[in-house]
């Protein structure tokens, strides 16, 4: 099995920053791509940001020049810097992450919690 676990929503001003964190642990082999997706009151959960095991990386428009996803293999953890935050980032953010356990011959996607990023004044 294998856990995601989210960090550092906030409630945060228009125009500021913040950087949310995800650690994958358990049985982990190898992870393939890992990103970030939100969902907004009454609407559907929609890709942020995504990153695959070589670096190469994925950007929604709306987010493109202000965000940026990173990753630490070595750590297996998945990073979303988010500058110049408007009020429609709002949002609960999901970790996602699409994993190769030990002794298994395929991969799994697994989810974390969520984590709740508020931006107003």
């Known amino acids: 099995q294998v856990q995601l676990a989210e960090s550092g929503g906030d409630l945060v001003q228009p125009g500021g920053s913040l950087r949310l964190s995800c650690a994958a642990s358990?049985?982990?082999?190898?992870?393939?791509?890992m990103g970030w997706y939100r969902q907004a009151p009454g609407k559907q959960r929609e890709l942020v940001a995504a990153?695959?095991?070589?670096?190469?990386?994925n950007y929604a428009d709306s987010v493109k020049g202000r965000f940026t996803i990173s990753r630490d293999n070595a750590k297996n953890t998945v990073y979303l810097q988010m500058n110049s935050l408007k009020p429609e980032d709002t949002a609960v953010y999901y970790c996602?992450?699409?994993?190769?356990?030990?002794?298994?011959?395929?991969?799994?996607?697994?989810w974390g919690q969520g984590t709740q990023v508020t931006v107003s004044s």
């Open positions: 996602h992450a699409d994993v190769a356990s030990y002794g298994s011959s395929w991969s799994v996607d697994y």
């Open positions: 358990g049985s982990i082999f190898s992870i393939n791509d």
């Open positions: 990153i695959t095991s070589g670096g190469r990386t």
